[in-house]
């Protein structure tokens, strides 16, 4: 079982930027494929980004140009860098991690409010 901790969500006028920090207990960290989703109220929840170790990183059209995800295979931790944040970026953003169907985790989530 793989607990994951995330923290540095928030309320932030548009234009602003938050990051996210996502941790994991598990001794193969590096091992997993990171990635942050969100759900905002009514929708489904989408994939924003994802990084594989010795890979470069996936984005979500909406977070290219934006967002960067980073992972510290060290820390055990995963990344989130938001800037010029939008209204239509307000949601409870999670981080998974993924190593198969059957070997998948989630956090408990993490809301980010983007309004003036």
């Known amino acids: 079982q793989v607990q994951l901790v995330e923290s540095g969500g928030g309320l932030v006028q548009p234009g602003g930027s938050l990051r996210l920090s996502c941790a994991a207990s598990?001794?193969?960290?590096?091992?997993?494929?990171m990635g942050w989703y969100r759900q905002a109220p009514g929708k489904e929840r989408e994939l924003v980004a994802r990084?594989?170790?010795?890979?470069?990183?996936m984005y979500a059209e909406s977070a290219k140009g934006r967002f960067t995800i980073s992972r510290d295979n060290a820390k055990n931790t995963v990344y989130l860098q938001m800037n010029n944040l939008k209204p239509e970026d307000t949601a409870v953003y999670f981080c998974?991690?993924?190593?198969?169907?059957?070997?998948?985790?989630w956090g408990q989530g993490t809301q980010v409010t983007v309004s003036s």
């Open positions: 998974n991690a993924f190593l198969g169907e059957r070997n998948t985790y």
């Open positions: 598990t001794p193969i960290f590096r091992a997993y494929i």
């Open positions: 990084i594989r170790t010795g890979e470069s990183p």
